[in-house]
């Protein structure tokens, strides 16, 4: 059974934390069990608000708990959460949806977001008479075969993708066999392509809207949070060490730096739910605050993984279910990082954005 102890990016008051403990604890009993993990957000609602409404580190707090006690369930829950958040932004913003999508219906659904592109992979948007179909094939679909619906980009044309909902228990959507999920790390959260016959798809938003609403960023930061709060877990393995042995020298510089890593990362998180429930009007500045935030998260997952493994040596990996399959899982998850890709994408932004000297 994992620590229940919360992850916090800032000082919290007694009540909040002990609701937190109380998630950690409920998430620790669902931990391989999906209906008990998708009943979570529901009994602990007020612990789940949607960002950028005036409490989105109480949402981030989460994610990161949830992080910390299992990154399958985390992965699992993270994709619903942000589809409920993209639906909502749609009706606030009076985007076309339909009834299909009521959000009244979304307790009953479990939903998945599937917008990554791969080589010689393309989903595609046509129409059928009067209604949108989609067809073609689309990757990374994590845990297609067990969710009832998806939030999925598809090509409208050559240049614009629209983002599309769907039910995935239409006859025309086939998930390919989990049997080639391979994965080390989240082996209960397959992530295999989807095929797409003429699959009834209702419009969200105008083509090109998912990815210029201020809530891409803010999803993307969702993820981030769930990558730092396994990364506090592994820290506290390591932190651990000290109460088993006498640090040495090597032993408290790798402490230190942990330290000085995740600290860099929590302080960026909590400044970015700030700025999300600021309001921040323009697109541009809230894309800034997620790309600077998933690098440092990511750099700071990157290095806590490394350090852990030479400060605790191959044991805890051979030895230690819990701190073996967390590593795996981390190792795996924060790849959905596009690593320096991203980082010139940061670099690209600051460029292009609308400062007239350099941001710092
Ligand atoms: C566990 C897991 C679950 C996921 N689940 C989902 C999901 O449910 N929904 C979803 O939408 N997405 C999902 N994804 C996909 C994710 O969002 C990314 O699309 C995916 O990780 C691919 O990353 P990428 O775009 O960097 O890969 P690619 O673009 O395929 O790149 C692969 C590698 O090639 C390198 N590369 C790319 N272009 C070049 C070039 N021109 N020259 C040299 N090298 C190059 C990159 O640096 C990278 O290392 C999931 C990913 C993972 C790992």
């Known amino acids: 059974m994992p620590h229940t102890r919360p992850v916090l990016l800032a000082q919290a008051n007694p009540a909040h934390r ?24 529901v009994d602990h609602s007020d612990l789940f608000p949607l960002p950028g409404q005036g409490a989105t580190r109480t949402l981030w707090e989460s994610l ?4 910390s006690i299992d990154l399958s369930l985390a992965r699992m829950l993270e994709p619903h959460l942000d589809a409920t958040a993209i639906l909502a932004e749609a009706q ?6 339909s009834d299909a999508v009521d959000l009244a219906d979304m307790g009953q659904g479990t939903w998945g977001v599937f917008a990554a592109e791969g080589a010689g992979m393309r989903l595609v948007a046509g129409r059928q008479g009067d209604r949108v179909v989609l067809s073609g ?8 075969g067990s969710l009832s619906h998806a939030l999925v980009t598809a090509w409208v044309d050559e240049d614009r993708r629209g983002l599309y909902a769907v039910d995935l228990g239409h006859a025309g959507v086939e998930v390919d066999d989990a049997a080639g999920w391979v994965a080390r790390g ?3 959260v397959p992530s295999v392509p989807v095929s797409f016959t003429d699959v009834p798809a209702v419009p969200v938003g105008d083509p090109g809207w998912y990815l210029e609403r201020p809530g891409f960023a803010w999803g993307g930061i969702g993820v981030a949070a769930i990558w730092f709060g396994a990364t506090v877990a592994i820290a506290r393995r390591v932190f651990d060490q000290a109460r088993r042995r006498q640090l040495d020298q090597i032993g408290q510089s790798h402490l230190g730096a942990i330290d000085a890593s995740l600290t860099g990362a929590r302080l960026l998180l909590a400044d970015a739910a700030d700025l999300a429930d600021r309001g921040v ?18 750099e700071t997952a990157e290095t806590v993984l490394w350090r852990s493994d030479h400060a605790l040596g191959p044991a805890p990996l051979a030895l230690e279910e819990e701190h073996a399959a967390r590593v795996a899982d981390l190792r795996l998850y924060v790849r959905q990082d596009h690593a320096e890709r991203d980082q010139a994408a940061l670099g690209r932004a600051l460029v292009t954005g609308p400062h007239d000297a350099s941001p710092w």
């Open 18 to 41: 002990q609701h937190l403990e109380d998630l950690a604890g409920q998430a620790a009993g669902a931990i391989g069990d999906r209906e008990k993990c998708f009943v979570l957000p």
């Open 64 to 67: 990161a708990t949830l992080g």
């Open 92 to 97: 606030a913003a009076q985007r076309p949806t």
């Open 137 to 144: 094939r689309k990757p990374w679909c994590s845990l297609a």
């Open 186 to 188: 989240l082996r209960e």
């Open 281 to 298: 009007a323009d697109p541009a500045a809230a894309a800034v605050a997620a790309l600077r935030c998933r690098r440092v998260v990511a």
